[in-house]
C-alpha cells in the first residue's frame, strides 16, 4: 500500500470510532457539518451539483432555492458518512428497529417462481442500508460493488457488507456469479444509476439523455428474473423508510437490443421519480451525463 492509502485507512478507522461515541442526533448534526465543510471548501464538485440540478429543476427552483437544495444534498451525504460508520463501530448489527418496509411481499412473490430477484436502486437514500435490509428481512442477497483503489478501504468495505449481511460480487467478474446467485433463487442487488460510457443504453433520465449500464435487464431477459425497484428515504436520525416497487417482469420478444432499451428505461423513470420526490437524496456528485449520445 502507498502513504496515501495508509493514511486514508486511517482516517476511515478513526472517523468510525469517533461516530460509534456519538448519539443518533448528535451524529446527524456532526455529518451535516461534514456536509457543510465538504460544500463550502470543494467548489469545483459543488459547482457541478448546482449546474446538474440546475437542469433539471431550473424551471422550478429559483436561485436561491437550487443553493439551498445543493448545501442539503451535502449534508445528506454527510449524515449519510457519519450514520454508516456508527453502523460498522456498533458490537450490533440488529437493524429492524431503524426501517419501516413497504412492499416487502413482492421479493417473496418474486421468489416463488425460482428464478431470483433482481433489486435494482441507485445512489440514493442511504442505499448501503437498503441492501443490509433485505438481508436482516431474512432474504440472502448478494450486492454488486466495484472494487477501491485502496486494498485496505475496499477490505474493510468488504468486511461490513457481510457483518450486515450480505455477501459481495466484484463488478470485475460480476457476470457468473450474477447468473449464479440468481439460479440459487437468491437476490441480487445492482446500482443502475452511473454513467456506462460509450458502450451504455442511452434511456432518458431527468430529461436528459443517459448512458446507462444493461446489466439489468439483460440479466432477467437472460434468467427470467424479476425486476425489483427499491428505494430508502430518511425520516428522521437513524429512521429510514424502505420501499420495494412492484417488480418488472422482462419478457423477451427475440430483439434483445429493444428489449434491454424498454426495460432499462422502465426502471430508469422509476428512479427519476424517487429522485424527483426526493431531489437531495440522489448523488448529484456523479457526472451522471458525462457520455453523450452518438451523432445521428
Not at 475496499?154 to 446467485?181: C, D, P, Q, Y
Not at 424502505?242 to 430508469?268: K, L, M, W
Amino acid at each position: 500500500m502507498t502513504l496515501k492509502h495508509h493514511i486514508e485507512y486511517t482516517g476511515v478507522r478513526l472517523l468510525m470510532h469517533i461516530a460509534g461515541l456519538l448519539s443518533p442526533s448528535r451524529g446527524v448534526w456532526i455529518g451535516e457539518r461534514m456536509g457543510d465543510l465538504a460544500f463550502d471548501l470543494v467548489r469545483k464538485r459543488r459547482d457541478l451539483v448546482e449546474q446538474h440540478l440546475g437542469r433539471v429543476f431550473g424551471n422550478e427552483y429559483e436561485p436561491d432555492a437550487l443553493h439551498k437544495l445543493a448545501r442539503n444534498v451535502y449534508r445528506q451525504l454527510g449524515r449519510l458518512a457519519t450514520e454508516h460508520a456508527r453502523l460498522l463501530a456498533a458490537e450490533t448489527t440488529d437493524i429492524r428497529d431503524r426501517i419501516t418496509v413497504i412492499g416487502d411481499d413482492h421479493i417473496g412473490q418474486a421468489r416463488r417462481q425460482g428464478k431470483g430477484v433482481i433489486l435494482v436502486t441507485g445512489h440514493f437514500g442511504y442505499w448501503e442500508l437498503l441492501g443490509a435490509s433485505v438481508a436482516a428481512l431474512g432474504y440472502p442477497i448478494a450486492v454488486v460493488a466495484k472494487d477501491q483503489h485502496n486494498p485496505a478501504v475496499n477490505a474493510l468495505i468488504i468486511k461490513g457488507r457481510e457483518k450486515l449481511g450480505m455477501k459481495v460480487i466484484s463488478m470485475a467478474a460480476a457476470t457468473h456469479a450474477i447468473m449464479r446467485t440468481l439460479r440459487r433463487n437468491e437476490c441480487v442487488g445492482l446500482l443502475m444509476d452511473q454513467d456506462a460510457g460509450p458502450g451504455g443504453t442511452f434511456v432518458d433520465f431527468l430529461g436528459l439523455e443517459a448512458s446507462t449500464y444493461q446489466g439489468s435487464a439483460l440479466f432477467a431477459l437472460r434468467s427470467g428474473a424479476p425486476i425489483i425497484p427499491c428505494f430508502i428515504i430518511r425520516e428522521g436520525a437513524e429512521r429510514h423508510r424502505i420501499v420495494f416497487e412492484s417488480p418488472i417482469e422482462a419478457v423477451p420478444t427475440g430483439d434483445e437490443t429493444a428489449d434491454i432499451q424498454r426495460y432499462t428505461q422502465a426502471y430508469t423513470a422509476v428512479l427519476e421519480r424517487y429522485v424527483r420526490m426526493y431531489p437531495d437524496h440522489w448523488f448529484w456528485v456523479h457526472r451522471r451525463w458525462k457520455t453523450r449520445p452518438p451523432a445521428v
